[in-house]
């Protein structure tokens, strides 16, 4: 099958192209993307990319797969193209390219960071642990589980428009994560941060992020919850 | 936080409130004046005179007014900052988004004030 992968190397190369590969997959046996970008890396050893546990739990290797951002390591050949037909490989969009599939994704975790990722909590800490409702525990289902590939956000225009301002789908999935969480005491700051126009309000609920969360996560209903968390606090 | 002084009122969540209700506000305005034509089909001038010569059609027409105003400009806000930034025009955007603007907030504001001169004028 024919592989089309983009290439660029800042340092060399003038502007980016894409390079064609004819990759030899076996017959009967529904490849993963991963594996077909390992057979094409025999092929042609320079070809940069990540990867690392190979079963959708790192989120090293988010990339732009026939169009659409995934996980290669997840993602089944059957589902993105059909038979005879192209695959084509691209870095996860708006983010700077280091090499190849590889993206520099400072700015996504800085964005990550603003939000403060972690349990804020004033109060003395009990002798064993904070204890916590299984109810309580409850809600931050399809919250935790994010592992921080970029796929979402680098699907969202609004991420693309402003990544320096807007704080984007992965990052508010955290946010809400901690709004949630009933140990977290530091709530109204955490709101206070989040009531300007772009950090959370630039998102125009276009979905793009619940399209592509190989975790099947939704962004979007948790950014929804922190809006009705602001409207309750600022009405 | 992001610090911003060009929107509306300073607050993305008071903006983003104002959006929808000025939203809600233009719908019922327009399904008011489509209502009024569809139920006088033989509406001539002094009728439909008469119709914003009423005090509540007034007061509804300028409140619609306001709200168009005001939905205008978060709306090309929006825009401006989405689509008028240095990753599009490097360093000549700040130049350009604050001019455009500072066009938008004269348009609305010439709008507005002949639009209270005309609902208001009989």
């Given at each position: 099958m024919l592989v089309s992968i983009y290439r660029y190397n800042p340092e060399i190369d003038n502007k980016p192209l894409m390079e064609d590969i004819e990759v030899d997959v076996p017959e009967g046996k529904d490849l993963m993307v991963l594996d077909v970008l390992a057979l094409a890396k025999e092929k042609d050893p320079t070809i940069a990319y990540r990867r690392s546990c190979r079963e959708g739990v790192c989120g090293s290797d988010g990339m732009n797969i026939n169009g659409t951002n995934g996980l290669a390591c997840i993602t089944p050949l059957s589902e993105v193209v059909k038979p005879g037909k192209k695959l084509v490989l691209r870095p996860l969009p708006g983010l700077p390219v280091v090499r190849d599939l590889v993206v520099d994704m400072s700015i996504f975790y800085k964005q990550f960071e603003k939000v403060k990722p972690y349990l804020i909590n004033d109060e003395p800490a009990p002798a064993i642990e904070r204890l916590q409702s299984p109810e309580d525990r409850a809600k931050l289902d399809g919250l935790?589980?994010?592992?921080?590939?970029a796929c979402c956000s680098t699907n969202c225009p609004s991420f693309w428009w402003n990544p320096d301002k807007f704080i984007g789908p992965a990052g508010l999935l955290q946010a809400y994560r901690f709004l949630a969480d009933?140990?977290?005491?530091a709530t109204n700051e955490r709101l206070a941060g989040l009531d300007d126009p772009f950090s959370v309000f630039r998102c125009r609920g276009i979905m793009n992020c619940v399209a592509v969360c190989p975790k099947g996560l939704n962004p979007t209903r948790a950014i929804g919850h922190i809006r009705s968390m602001l409207i309750s606090q600022g009405s | 936080m992001v610090t911003s002084?060009?929107?509306?009122?300073?607050?993305g969540l008071s903006d983003w409130i104002i959006q929808r209700v000025s939203a809600v506000l233009l719908a019922a305005y327009t399904l008011c004046i489509l209502g009024s034509l569809a139920l006088n089909p033989e509406m001539n001038y002094a009728s439909w005179r008469a119709l914003f010569d009423s005090n509540l059609m007034r007061i509804f027409s300028l409140i619609t007014l306001a709200a168009l105003c005001a939905h205008a400009w978060i709306g090309m806000w929006t825009v401006s900052t989405d689509y008028m930034t240095s990753l599009q025009f490097g360093k000549s955007a700040t130049f350009i988004r604050v001019s455009f603007q500072i066009g938008i907030v004269l348009i609305v504001a010439v709008y507005l004030i002949w639009g209270v001169q005309i609902f208001w004028s009989s």
């Open positions: 935790y589980e994010c592992i921080l590939c009933s140990r977290d005491t | 002084v060009t929107n509306l009122s300073r607050s």
